[in-house]
Antibody, heavy 121, light 112 residues
Framework: QVRLVQSGAEVKKPGASVKLSCKASGYTFTRYHMHWVRQAPGQGLEWMGIINPSGGSTSYAQKFQGRVTMTRDTSTSTVYMDLSSLKSEDTAVYYC??????????????WGQGTMVTVSS | NFMLTQPHSVSESPGKTVTISCTRSSGSIASNYVQWYQQRPDSSPTTVIYEDNQRPSGVPDRFSGSIDSSSNSASLTISGLKTEDEADYYCQSYDSSNQDVVFGGGTKLTVL
C-alpha cells in the first residue's frame, strides 16, 4: 500500500531554515510527481510546489519562489522541502501529497501525515 | 488567475443529503478537473472525488461530484449523511495559465 511518512515536528526561530522529508513506499517512486501543501492553524490548504522524482525538475508557487527548494533522493525514495527565511506566518502543518497522474495532473491521491513547523522567537 | 469559493459551513441531519458548492471566479469550470478532499479534525486530507465526478476505491457511493457550466461551479453531494462525514471539505483545481494549484477555502460540514 502507498505510504508517505514525513519527518517530525520542528521549532525554528525567525530567519532560520527548515528542511522536511517525506519517505515514500508501496509504489515506484519515480513514476509519480510529489507536491508540498501547507495549512496554517485554523486555515485552509495552500499549494507550495511540485517535484518530479524522476528527473528532479521542480515548479514552485510564485509566493514561495526564492525561498523554497524541493529535492529528492531516489536511493531512499525520499523527497525534501527546504524553506528559508522563516517568518511567524510560516507556522503551519506541511504535507507532502502524491500527484494522482502518471504525468503531473496537479491533483492528489495520497497524503503524508503532516509535519508541524512552528516559527517563534 | 481564478478563485474557488465555497460556503464557510453547512449543516444537516443524519440520513439527509447535503450539497457543497465550489464556484470558479473566472474561466470555465470545465477547463480543468475539480477534486474534493475530506479532512477530519487532526487528520490529513483524503480524496473523496477526483476528475469532477470519479470516486476513489473505498469511498462510498454516497459521495458524488458534478460540475455545472451554467453556474460555473462544481458540487459535492453526500447522501445518507453519517456522523462520520462531519469534516472540512475542500475543492481543488489547476490553473494551467500560471501553473498554480487552487484550493477553495473549505466548508465545514456539521452533521447534527
Amino acid at each position: 500500500q502507498v505510504r508517505l511518512v514525513q519527518s517530525g515536528a520542528e521549532v525554528k526561530k525567525p530567519g532560520a531554515s527548515v528542511k522536511l522529508s517525506c519517505k515514500a513506499s508501496g509504489y515506484t517512486f519515480t513514476r509519480y510527481h510529489m507536491h508540498w501543501v501547507r495549512q496554517a492553524p485554523g486555515q485552509g490548504l495552500e499549494w507550495m510546489g511540485i517535484i518530479n522524482p524522476s528527473g528532479g525538475s521542480t515548479s514552485y508557487a510564485q509566493k514561495f519562489q526564492g525561498r523554497v527548494t524541493m529535492t529528492r533522493d531516489t536511493s531512499t525514495s525520499t523527497v525534501y522541502m527546504d524553506l528559508s527565511s522563516l517568518k511567524s506566518e510560516d507556522t503551519a502543518v506541511y504535507y507532502c501529497a502524491r500527484d494522482s497522474g502518471g504525468g503531473a495532473v496537479f491533483a492528489f491521491d495520497f497524503w503524508g501525515q503532516g509535519t508541524m513547523v512552528t516559527v517563534s522567537s | 488567475n481564478f478563485m474557488l469559493t465555497q460556503p464557510h459551513s453547512v449543516s444537516e441531519s443524519p440520513g439527509k443529503t447535503v450539497t457543497i458548492s465550489c464556484t470558479r471566479s473566472s474561466g470555465s469550470i470545465a477547463s480543468n478537473y475539480v477534486q474534493w478532499y475530506q479532512q477530519r479534525p487532526d487528520s490529513s486530507p483524503t480524496t473523496v472525488i477526483y476528475e469532477d465526478n470519479q470516486r476513489p476505491s473505498g469511498v462510498p457511493d454516497r459521495f458524488s461530484g458534478s460540475i455545472d457550466s451554467s453556474s460555473n461551479s462544481a458540487s459535492l453531494t453526500i447522501s445518507g449523511l453519517k456522523t462520520e462525514d462531519e469534516a472540512d471539505y475542500y475543492c481543488q483545481s489547476y490553473d494551467s495559465s500560471n501553473q498554480d494549484v487552487v484550493f477553495g477555502g473549505g466548508t465545514k460540514l456539521t452533521v447534527l
